[in-house]
């Protein structure tokens, strides 16, 4: 009896955003306001004024945003890439005032040979960050 050929699983693609450094962000931001995006504890994006900056299949790119970009989210995009992050709820009364970050779905889309990919965040917008002090909150905790 012949032993059945196994297939190879569909495998799914690289996750596209990579771990910023502290120093890559501090440098990106300086004094400006800024929005963060947290995915298992680690900052994959950055957006201060009209543009963000995440590591993106690995090289570090500069993406400029396609519209308002603030508390509920923002679309932002590059050659090859967009990044769509949207708030999916909120925090009652004064609990708001306490909250390092709002719960987000993000979309990582723009390359042709791979569909969108989708996973849960943190985002949070402030004056004044400290990269190397934000505290993240992962979605589900």
């Given amino acids: 009896m012949a032993t059945p050929k196994v297939l190879p699983k569909d495998e799914p693609p690289p996750f596209r955003l990579r771990a910023l450094k502290v120093g890559e962000v501090r440098e990106f931001i300086g004094e400006r306001p800024a929005c963060v995006l947290v995915y298992r504890d680690r900052i994959v994006f950055t957006a201060a004024g009209t543009e963000g900056v995440a590591r993106i299949d690995g090289r570090l790119a500069r993406l400029a945003a396609a519209g308002p970009v603030g508390g509920s989210g923002g679309f932002f995009k590059v050659d090859g890439a967009t990044i769509s992050i949207g708030r999916v709820g ?13 719960p987000v779905q993000v979309a990582v889309g723009g390359a042709t040979a791979i569909k969108p990919q989708e996973f849960e965040a943190s985002w949070t917008c402030r004056s004044g960050f400290s990269p190397g002090a934000v505290r993240p909150t992962a979605p589900g905790r």
Avoid: I
């Avoid at 909120?90 to 709002?102: C, D």
């Fill in 90 to 102: 909120q925090y009652a009364g004064r609990a708001a005032a306490y909250v390092p970050g709002w």
